[in-house]
């Protein structure tokens, strides 16, 4: 399996999300909508995928994987929920690296706040 071309990744832009996240037990208390954008950095290049399904990373999956785990987790931090998502899909799938923007729309004033990881597994770093 040849490494992928740095520049071959795919993105999923501002997926909806669902977590108990907040400082308070109060903004805990129910699931707050979050979105994410996943990027990730497949271990196979694009060329080397041969139009199969079963040798690309499925961004699908991908999404599933993302949307099941952060809904499992409670914390009080977004800065902890996006870096746990980011070692999970590290773990979870074939790739070199990963990078996520979480966004949280809390404050009135602003259209959200946002938080971003890049993590990579231990061979790229």
């Not at 990027?39 to 699908?60: C, K, M, Q, R």
Request: proline share 4%; charged share 25%.
């Amino acid at each position: 399996m040849d490494s992928a071309t740095p520049g071959d990744c795919i993105r999923v832009e501002q997926l909806e999300l669902f977590a108990r996240v907040g400082v308070t037990e109060s903004e805990r208390a129910n699931p707050q909508r979050l979105t994410v954008t996943i990027e990730i950095w497949p271990v196979t290049s694009f060329n080397d995928l041969h139009d199969d399904i079963g040798e690309a990373v499925d961004y699908s999956a991908v999404a599933a994987v993302a949307r099941d785990f952060v809904t499992e987790q409670r914390c009080k931090l977004v800065e902890t929920l996006v870096t746990r998502l980011a070692d999970h899909l590290l773990k979870s799938f074939p790739l070199q690296r990963v990078q996520l923007e979480l966004r949280k729309f809390v404050l009135p004033e602003a259209d959200y706040v946002a938080v971003v990881v890049t993590r990579e597994t231990a061979g790229n770093k």
